[in-house]
């Protein structure tokens, strides 16, 4: 039987307690005294407590105490009637159950029984919190490598990216970097870089082109109608910006709604596309920059594509937010994998090459995904 630790003075009480369970229990007056014992017993094991009901106001003390020092402390209120008010002052407290202070052997046996059973569901969890809370860190091989490379891709790309630069700024009006707020490993929030590919009024385009988005479901775009108007955007207050588009905060809440599992978005042929724009996209010359990121160390060569902060949202269920515990990354997995018909990936099948990085990234594979990085920049799709 579980060992347990008895918190009172009723003689009576103490008497029938240690016939039942004998060498089982240890008597103490307080909750100083129990806390002598509880700091010996290890601290990743459910530990009984039977506590004797004297005044709720005293008890609410003392047991919110114990629960707020010994995390895994499962108190049992001896007492032989407790009405109403007094069990939520209790419960509040911390009390975990009450018994009858002349509860038979089987009572014991079935509180015994539940501990164990919470006991492995609680290391279950524990295992399963561990994983989701483990802190990714470049390994210093990976991290050397992302610096060399990004650095010499930076001096010797030089004076192509001061053309493309220019180029950027004869065609259009506006910044010649874009910048947006992504989720990289570890939910670490951080500024991207990316040329400027759309021209700078795309947030007022955007409603006309919403319903192009080519991962919404087949039945969504038989029956779902864009609302928003150019007014509706420019009036809101939060603009929620991505690689392909900017959306109000407003309109965005609605869509998730309507499609909480389609995270990703993009509008094959998108017509706020510049064409320098389209032109680097085709290359992938726009996620040049992003060398500057890994030279930070906000990413490295080779991860799971870091995500606008809405879209990160969308992932931080049990399901899907493994994915986070792998380096952000200039290419990945999906980037170089096969796409399925017309060029086109789902979001699902996103996510799950994601997960899959994350479990299984390596230096072999790294190597992999960058050679096969240099036979993916021409893409099928103008996206």
């Known amino acids: 039987m579980t060992f347990i630790i008895y918190i009172g003075s009723n003689k009576e009480y103490i008497n029938h307690f240690q016939e039942l369970l004998q060498e089982n ?124 490379i990004s650095l010499s891709a930076l001096i010797v790309l030089s004076p192509f990216l001061i053309l493309i630069m220019v180029l950027i700024k004869l065609e259009s009006r506006g910044p010649i970097l874009y910048k947006s707020k992504r989720v990289g490993s570890n ?49 809101d207050d939060t603009v929620l910006v991505s690689d392909d588009y900017e959306i109000s905060e407003h309109e965005y809440l609605n869509k998730k709604k309507e499609k909480k599992d389609t995270t990703f978005f993009k509008i094959a042929h998108d017509p706020r596309v510049t064409k320098m724009g389209r032109f680097m996209r085709k290359y992938s010359i726009d996620e040049i920059p992003q060398l500057i990121n890994i030279l930070k160390g906000d990413m490295s060569i080779v991860g799971n594509r870091p995500l606008p902060l809405y879209e990160a949202e969308l992932l931080t269920g049990d399901e899907y937010i493994e994915r986070f515990i792998a380096p952000a990354g200039l290419t990945g997995l999906w980037q170089v994998e096969r796409r399925g018909g017309e060029g086109k990936m789902s979001a699902e099948e996103r996510k799950q090459l994601d997960i899959y990085y994350a479990h299984n990234y390596s230096i072999w594979l790294d190597c992999k995904i960058i050679f096969k990085t240099f036979f993916s920049f021409i893409q099928k799709e103008d996206a």
Request: charged share 30%; net charge positive.
């Open 25 to 148: 229990i240890v008597i103490v007056k307080n909750k100083e005294e129990a806390g002598i014992i509880l700091k010996e017993l290890p601290s990743n094991k459910i530990q009984p407590l039977l506590y004797e009901k004297i005044n709720p106001d005293v008890d609410k003390v003392n047991i919110a105490y114990l629960k707020k020092k010994f995390k895994n402390l499962y108190i049992i209120l001896v007492t032989k009637k407790i009405g109403k008010e007094e069990t939520s002052i209790y419960i509040e407290a911390g009390a975990n159950n009450t018994i009858s202070p002349y509860a038979d052997s089987d009572v014991f046996k079935a509180i015994t029984n539940f501990i164990s059973k919470n006991e492995i569901l609680n290391k279950k969890e524990r295992k399963e919190k561990n994983k989701v809370d483990e802190v990714f860190t470049i390994p210093k091989g990976k991290r050397i490598f992302d610096i060399i």
């Open 187 to 235: 939910f670490y929030i951080f500024n991207f870089l990316k040329f400027r590919s759309m021209y700078i009024d795309a947030e007022e385009r955007l409603s006309s082109y919403l319903s192009m988005n080519q991962y919404t479901k087949e039945s969504k775009e038989k029956t779902s109608e864009v609302s928003t108007t150019n007014s509706d955007i420019i009036n």
